[in-house]
C-alpha cells in the first residue's frame, strides 16, 4: 500500500474526467466478486494456517491496534496506517508462525476507496495486478494486487471490505467467493460477541509460546482464548487456556500465578498489588483467568514486545 493512500489527498484535485475514469475502473475489475455473505463472523476470511487470531474493534482499542498494524506493515508509512485505521471499524488479524518466515494477514471492516485505492495501485510501478480464478463451477476471476518488490498482497472485494496478506491473498479470496459458511470456533464467537479485543491461538508448540512467555516453555499449553474489555483506560482480562491434562493445568496456574505475583511495571512497581482481585483456577484440564486489569499503555507496550519477539515485523514474510 506504499505511496497509494498518500496519494488520495491530490486525487481530490484531479478533474473530473480523471475521477470518472477511477469509478469506472472499480466498477469494471470487481464486477465479477460476490457480496460476502452466510457467514456468523469475518474471521472466517482468515488463512486457514493462522496459528494466533486477532479480532479488534477499533473504536474501542485504537491505542492497542495501530502498533500492531504499523508492526504487521512493516515500511508502511505512519499516515497511511492511520489513514487505514481512521476508515476501519473492525479488524481481525491472523498471524502464521511458519518455521522458517512467519507471516500474517487482515480482514478489515470499515469504509475504504476503492476506486481511487484501484487506481492508485494501477498508476504505481510497484504494484502488479493479478486475477484468482475460483474453481469451475463457480466461474469467478477476483482481482487483487501484490507488491513487486515483496509479498504484500491487497484485495477490496468491496468499499466496506479490505483483505490484506504477506502471501496467501488467494486462499482468501477463495473463502470469500465460496461464502465460506462452515460454523465457525463456538468458543471464539461468544468471546468475539463480548469483548472488544478477541485472542485465540491454536496449532502452536510450547517453543512458539515461549516467545512471548519464556516461562511458558515449561508445560504443554495446547491453545488458549483471552478477552479484552476497555474500562476507561484500562483493559480487563479474561481468559481460558486449554491444557492436555490436569497435572499440566495444575503446573501451569502455579506458573501464572508465580508471574503475577512477581510482575512489575515501567517504574519498577507491582503490577497487581492486589492479587485478591486476579482469580486464577482450575477447571478440569483448563485453567481460568479472570479480574486481570492492565493500563491500556502497559497492554500496548507488551503486544508489541510480544510482536518483535516473534518476528512479526512487517506482511513481507520477513523474520
Not at 207 to 224: A, H, N, Q
Not at 271 to 294: A, E, H, R, T
Request: net charge negative.
Amino acid at each position: 500500500m506504499r505511496n497509494v493512500l498518500l496519494r488520495l489527498k491530490k486525487h481530490k484535485m484531479l478533474k473530473w474526467a480523471a475521477v470518472i475514469a477511477a469509478a469506472s475502473f472499480f466498477i469494471l475489475s470487481c464486477q465479477s466478486v460476490p457480496e460476502k455473505a452466510g457467514m456468523e463472523s469475518s474471521v472466517q476470511l482468515l488463512p486457514s494456517g493462522s496459528d494466533v487470531i486477532i479480532r479488534a474493534d477499533i473504536s474501542k482499542s485504537r491505542d492497542l491496534v495501530e502498533p500492531v498494524i504499523s508492526m504487521l506493515g512493516g515500511s508502511i508509512p505512519e499516515k497511511i496506517a492511520q489513514d487505514f485505521i481512521e476508515r476501519t471499524e473492525t479488524v481481525w488479524a491472523g498471524l502464521d508462525f511458519d518455521a522458517e518466515q512467519s507471516t500474517g494477514s487482515i480482514v478489515a471492516e470499515g469504509d475504504y476507496p476503492g476506486g481511487l485505492i484501484n487506481w492508485g495501485l494501477c498508476r504505481d510501478s510497484d504494484w502488479k495486478k493479478h486475477k484468482y480464478s475460483t474453481e469451475p463451477e463457480l466461474d469467478m476471476k477476483l482481482p487483487y494486487w501484490e507488491q513487486k518488490s515483496g509479498r504484500s498482497q491487497l484485495s477490496i472485494p468491496v468499499n466496506e471490505y479490505l483483505l490484506a496478506s504477506g502471501g496467501q491473498i488467494e486462499e482468501m479470496l477463495r473463502l470469500w467467493a465460496i461464502k465460506n459458511n462452515k460454523p465457525a470456533d463456538p468458543e471464539w464467537m461468544e468471546a468475539e460477541r463480548n469483548s472488544d479485543v478477541t485472542i485465540m491461538t491454536r496449532n502452536l508448540t510450547p517453543e512458539d509460546y515461549g516467545r512471548f512467555i519464556p516461562e511458558l516453555t515449561r508445560v504443554p499449553l495446547k491453545s488458549l482464548i483471552l478477552t479484552l474489555n476497555r474500562i476507561d483506560s484500562d483493559y480487563l482480562f479474561s481468559g481460558r487456556f486449554h491444557m492436555d491434562s490436569e497435572l499440566s493445568a495444575f503446573l501451569f496456574s502455579t506458573i501464572f500465578r508465580a508471574l503475577v505475583i512477581a510482575a512489575k511495571d515501567a517504574n519498577g512497581e507491582r503490577m497487581f498489588p492486589d492479587l485478591k482481585q486476579v482469580k486464577i483456577i482450575m477447571d478440569g484440564s483448563d485453567v481460568v483467568l479472570n479480574g486481570m486489569k492492565l493500563p491500556a499503555e502497559t497492554v500496548a507496550a507488551t503486544v508489541q514486545k510480544w510482536f518483535a519477539a516473534a518476528g512479526m515485523s512487517g506482511m513481507n514474510g520477513t523474520n
